[in-house]
T-cell receptor, first 113, second 109 residues
Framework: DVKVTQSSRYLVKRTGEKVFLECVQDMDHENMFWYRQDPGLGLRLIYF???????EKGDIPEGYSVSREKKERFSLILESASTNQTSMYLC????????????FGNGTRLTVT | DQQVKQNSPSLSVQEGRISILNCDYT??????FLWYKKYPAEGPTFLIS?????DKNEDGRFTVFLNKSAKHLSLHIVPSQPGDSAVYFC????????FGQGTTLQVKP
């Protein structure tokens, strides 16, 4: 069974801090994704990666960057956290085509004060 | 512009009855649709999908219907169980996956 692990369930950070959200998957999936979930807005794609060191912007990349140095690990970076980045962050992975079902981690609830 | 819309934020049904969750889309290029279920403090899990070449797909208590002319899909859960209480997201694919806003289903015992 695929396991996608997000290192933190809850994080509280201050405005202006640099924040790292880590995600690891154990099924050798090529494709990894970062979404944020907000009430009334559903899941919105921030960034995705289809291979090591490769990344593509999603629908809302502003204020974020990503790193994929190893196939199993995909990190989301908030360069300077702001209060409007308070959200639930979800990492996901798939093998193969992008219409395959996503395997999600349990999410990181980030609060920026 | 919201390409995938779930216009009902919440739905409440009695245990044993049918739950119908609806989803509308605007992009006729979508060729694959999926439903995900999300419990609090967990990530979404895949539930059921349908290709645009079909109009119905069934998996146990879950059936997804697709009406391409109306750009509408629905998820039917029969019979509904309290454990089905969750947030349900529909998603549509056209090169990338677009999610709806989600509908919170509550199944009352």
């Amino acid at each position: 069974d695929v396991k996608v692990t997000q290192s933190s369930r809850y994080l509280v950070k201050r405005t202006g801090e640099k924040v790292f959200l880590e995600c690891v998957q154990d099924m050798d999936h090529e494709n990894m994704f970062w979404y944020r979930q907000d009430p009334g807005l559903g899941l919105r794609l921030i960034y995705f990666s289809y291979d090591v060191k490769m990344k593509e912007k999603g629908d809302i990349p502003e204020g974020y960057s990503v790193s994929r140095e190893k196939k199993e690990r995909f990190s989301l970076i908030l360069e300077s956290a702001s209060t409007n980045q308070t959200s639930m962050y979800l990492c996901a992975s798939i093998r193969g085509s992008y219409n395959s079902p996503l395997h999600f981690g349990n999410g990181t609830r980030l609060t920026v004060t | 512009d919201q390409q995938v819309k779930q216009n009902s934020p919440s739905l409440s049904v009695q245990e044993g009855r049918i739950s119908i969750l609806n989803c509308d889309y605007t992009n006729s290029m979508f060729d694959y649709f999926l439903w995900y279920k999300k419990y609090p403090a967990e990530g979404p899990t895949f539930l059921i999908s349908i290709s645009s070449i079909k109009d119905k797909n069934e998996d146990g208590r879950f059936t997804v219907f697709l009406n391409k002319s109306a750009k509408h899909l629905s998820l039917h859960i029969v019979p509904s169980q309290p454990g089905d209480s969750a947030v349900y997201f529909c998603a549509a694919f056209a090169g990338k996956l677009i999610f709806g806003q989600g509908t919170t289903l509550q199944v009352k015992p």
